[in-house]
């Protein structure tokens, strides 16, 4: 990165990065949080090479990035505690180790990511088959469709995994 766009970069956080984190810790009531998000939303920045200069109105792009990290942030974390309320279930002699429990939670969050953009219900069917073991019938009967909806359900959320290139 040639010094001058650097220079340009350490600009930018520094005119924006403590409204930044004053914004989010507002949203979130979490300061290691709320610092967490404003790093990434300025990683965020970077990774997509946009040059802060040509923004506009950078707060509402700092903002809209932030929105969406704060979003992802909360549905990782509903999902991680249904996943733990699932294992409550469990008797103690099946239920994973710490470190297993960790790879599983990691595993979930690439599923989630995998099948991000993919109607509710076609998520709901693909995690009914490959976390419950459900039937396409079973699942169907749930859903209330048909089996032959469920495979087209299925179709759908194994070619998205297969094209962000994980393996249900």
């Given at each position: 990165m040639p010094p001058s766009d650097t220079r340009k970069l350490a600009f930018f956080f520094s005119d924006h990065h403590r409204w930044l984190l004053q914004h989010v810790q507002r949203q979130l009531r979490n300061r290691a949080d709320a610092e967490d998000t404003a790093a990434e939303t300025f990683c965020q920045l970077l990774n997509a090479r946009i040059d802060p200069g040509t923004l506009e109105r950078p707060?509402?792009?700092l903002s809209t990035v932030a929105r969406r990290l704060i979003f992802d942030r909360h549905r990782r974390r509903r999902l991680e505690q249904a996943y733990l309320d699932r294992l409550m279930l469990l008797p103690e002699e099946l239920a994973p180790s710490p470190e297993e429990t960790h790879l599983l939670l990691e595993a979930l969050h690439a599923v989630d990511r995998s099948l991000c953009g993919l109607?509710?219900?076609?998520?709901?069917?693909?995690l009914m088959s490959q976390l419950d073991g459900l039937s396409y019938a079973e699942i169907?009967?749930?859903?209330?469709?048909?089996e032959r909806t469920v495979g087209r359900y299925m179709t759908q959320a194994l070619r998205q995994c297969y094209l962000i290139g994980m393996q249900p």
């Open positions: 707060r509402a792009y109607p509710p219900v076609v998520k709901r069917a693909f169907g009967r749930r859903l209330e469709v048909s």
